[in-house]
């Protein structure tokens, strides 16, 4: 094992008839040693890949390309048994997740206690960590989290940032000043490993303060997961206002390209014009909702400005469905159980905004008009319904097919149920061009 490999980490195969073992070993710098030794257990041949390079046509071919070179096996033969390992990485990815990451990040995982997000114009995220002798965090009303609990806390400037000048991301020194240890964590185990694992367990404990860059940005979110059509040919993005394109192998990594004019359709119903693109920019990057900066490129001879947003934010859940064009090739596809899938979420769909709908109507009696992070606190948190994100989804899919609207001003954000609409129209009713419906 060579001095900078993590110790008891990594996962092997044994492949070529028992006379190849192929190593996958996590460094301190953060990426992969890719390793194949003989029966002799001589080394075959070795090289550095950052993590999930396992998805990458390129990196997999070029891997297959240097085995076959340092051995007797066809090239053939030798990316068909490679096939096999990268097939067990991607569909366990799960299983191979502890093995792959490095144990001062397990151990920080497994002692993370809670994720508070503290929203407004300067949001927070409160991060609450064991500490010895080991305790238990005991809720927002202690704030310090306890003497056996440290909290470490973030600004969304810390928080967003994948990459940077320092040689470490914040979390080092903040852990630092907090424990008077030192972890060893690279930027790259920052944005794979921490940060998305603390954001599957973060709560949203105040938002009620959000700039309107910040509300506008979520609405063109809303609206990119209900309208863009991602394509795997970025040439289809010429083709209609609303279609995206997905890349894998970006400078950023896995991406969904969005042309600039497809926000500025997004932001005519707030009625802002290109002008304001440069602060929706600003406040997508600061939400998480896009990854470095727009592109400018020219398709078959058009200039064309592309922001890269991640995949799951424009609803991107499984690439080779959602993505169009991805899956062409497959022998098998599956359009069968993909249309009883596609059935089986539109009811669920429809399950959650009559849920909503109740909601507000027990919130509103008189139809006054309630505060849209009033009706998802109550439904997310107190009724446990779905998380925040599908209720306010849920609330603008009953905007825009008539069962709900908004009084008042735009800034106040209140939702109503609208007079007569108190059950989910059917198929049909629905505005097919998402222009609103009159007021009462």
Same mark, same amino acid.
């Given at each position: 094992?060579?001095?900078?490999?993590?110790?008891?980490?990594? =996962?092997?195969?044994?492949?070529?008839?028992?006379?190849?073992?192929?190593?996958?070993? %996590?460094?301190?710098?953060? *990426?992969?040693?890719?390793?194949?030794?003989?029966?002799?257990? &001589?080394?075959?041949?070795?090289?550095? +890949?950052?993590?999930? +390079?396992?998805?990458?046509?390129?990196?997999?071919?070029?891997?297959?390309?240097?085995?076959?070179?340092?051995?007797? +096996?066809?090239?053939?033969? =030798?990316?068909?048994?490679?096939?096999?390992?990268?097939?067990?990485?991607?569909?366990?990815?799960?299983?191979?997740?502890?093995?792959?990451?490095?144990?001062? =990040?397990? &151990?920080?995982?497994?002692?993370?206690?809670?994720?508070?997000?503290?929203?407004?114009?300067?949001?927070?995220?409160?991060?609450?960590?064991?500490?010895?002798?080991?305790?238990?965090?005991?809720? #927002?009303?202690?704030?310090?989290?306890?003497?056996?609990?440290?909290?470490?806390?973030?600004?969304?400037?810390? /928080?967003?940032?994948?990459?940077?000048?320092?040689?470490?991301?914040?979390?080092?020194?903040?852990?630092?000043?907090? +424990?008077?240890?030192?972890?060893?964590?690279?930027?790259? &185990?920052?944005?794979? *490993?921490?940060?998305?694992? /603390?954001?599957?367990?973060?709560?949203?404990?105040?938002?009620?303060?959000?700039?309107?860059?910040?509300?506008?940005?979520?609405?063109?979110?809303?609206?990119?997961?209900?309208?863009?059509?991602?394509?795997?040919?970025?040439?289809?993005?010429?083709?209609?206002?609303?279609?995206? /394109?997905?890349?894998?192998?970006?400078?950023?990594?896995?991406?969904? /390209?969005? #042309?600039?004019?497809?926000?500025?359709?997004?932001?005519?119903?707030?009625?802002?014009?290109?002008?304001?693109?440069?602060?929706?920019?600003?406040?997508?990057?600061?939400?998480?909702?896009?990854?470095?900066?727009?592109?400018?490129?020219?398709?078959?001879?058009?200039?064309?400005?592309?922001?890269?947003?991640? #995949?799951?934010?424009?609803?991107?859940?499984?690439?080779?469905?959602?993505?169009?064009?991805?899956?062409? *090739?497959?022998?098998?596809?599956?359009?069968?159980?993909?249309?009883?899938? *596609?059935?089986?979420?539109?009811?669920?769909?429809?399950?959650?905004?009559?849920?909503?709908?109740?909601?507000?109507?027990?919130?509103? #009696?008189?139809?006054?008009?309630?505060?849209?992070?009033?009706?998802?606190?109550?439904?997310?948190?107190?009724?446990?319904?779905?998380? %925040?994100?599908?209720?306010?989804?849920?609330? &603008?899919?009953? =905007?825009?097919?008539?069962?709900?609207?908004?009084?008042?001003?735009?800034?106040?954000?209140?939702?109503?149920?609208?007079?007569?609409?108190?059950?989910?129209?059917?198929?049909?009713?629905?505005?097919?061009?998402?222009?609103?419906? %009159?007021?009462?």
């Amino acid at each position: 094992m060579a001095g900078d490999e993590m110790q008891d980490a990594g =996962v092997s195969w044994t492949i070529l008839d028992d006379r190849v073992t192929m190593e996958i070993v %996590p460094r301190e710098d953060g *990426d992969l040693r890719v390793r194949f030794r003989d029966s002799d257990d &001589e080394v075959l041949w070795s090289s550095f +890949f950052e993590r999930g +390079f396992w998805t990458s046509r390129t990196k997999k071919g070029e891997i297959g390309n240097k085995l076959a070179s340092n051995t007797s +096996f066809a090239k053939k033969t =030798v990316k068909e048994e490679l096939e096999a390992v990268w097939t067990d990485l991607t569909e366990n990815a799960e299983e191979y997740e502890s093995s792959l990451t490095s144990p001062s =990040v397990e &151990e920080l995982i497994r002692n993370t206690q809670a994720v508070e997000v503290h929203g407004g114009e300067e949001t927070e995220r409160h991060v609450y960590v064991k500490a010895q002798p080991f305790g238990e965090y005991v809720g #927002p009303e202690q704030p310090d989290g306890g003497a056996s609990v440290r909290k470490l806390v973030f600004s969304n400037e810390e /928080w967003v940032k994948s990459d940077g000048d320092t040689q470490t991301p914040p979390i080092v020194s903040k852990y630092s000043n907090a +424990f008077y240890e030192t972890l060893e964590i690279t930027w790259q &185990e920052w944005r794979e *490993d921490i940060r998305p694992r /603390w954001k599957e367990m973060q709560q949203i404990i105040s938002d009620d303060q959000m700039s309107t860059a910040d509300r506008i940005a979520m609405s063109v979110v809303r609206s990119l997961r209900h309208r863009l059509d991602v394509h795997a040919d970025r040439e289809k993005i010429l083709n209609d206002a609303w279609n995206g /394109w997905f890349e894998s192998d970006s400078p950023h990594g896995t991406v969904v /390209w969005v #042309p600039g004019d497809t926000l500025d359709e997004a932001l005519d119903k707030h009625d802002k014009g290109t002008e304001y693109r440069s602060a929706l920019s600003r406040a997508l990057k600061a939400e998480g909702y896009t990854l470095g900066s727009r592109r400018q490129t020219t398709i078959q001879g058009d200039p064309v400005e592309l922001y890269p947003f991640l #995949p799951e934010t424009v609803g991107i859940e499984d690439t080779e469905v959602d993505v169009i064009g991805l899956g062409d *090739d497959d022998d098998d596809d599956g359009s069968s159980d993909e249309a009883d899938d *596609d059935q089986d979420a539109e009811a669920d769909g429809d399950d959650l905004l009559d849920d909503v709908v109740g909601v507000v109507d027990d919130l509103d #009696p008189k139809g006054e008009g309630v505060p849209e992070t009033q009706v998802v606190a109550e439904a997310a948190t107190k009724r446990d319904l779905s998380p %925040p994100d599908d209720i306010r989804d849920a609330i &603008e899919r009953g =905007v825009l097919s008539g069962v709900l609207y908004r009084p008042g001003d735009e800034e106040e954000q209140l939702v109503a149920v609208r007079p007569g609409g108190g059950e989910t129209p059917g198929e049909g009713d629905i505005d097919p061009d998402e222009d609103g419906v %009159p007021e009462p």
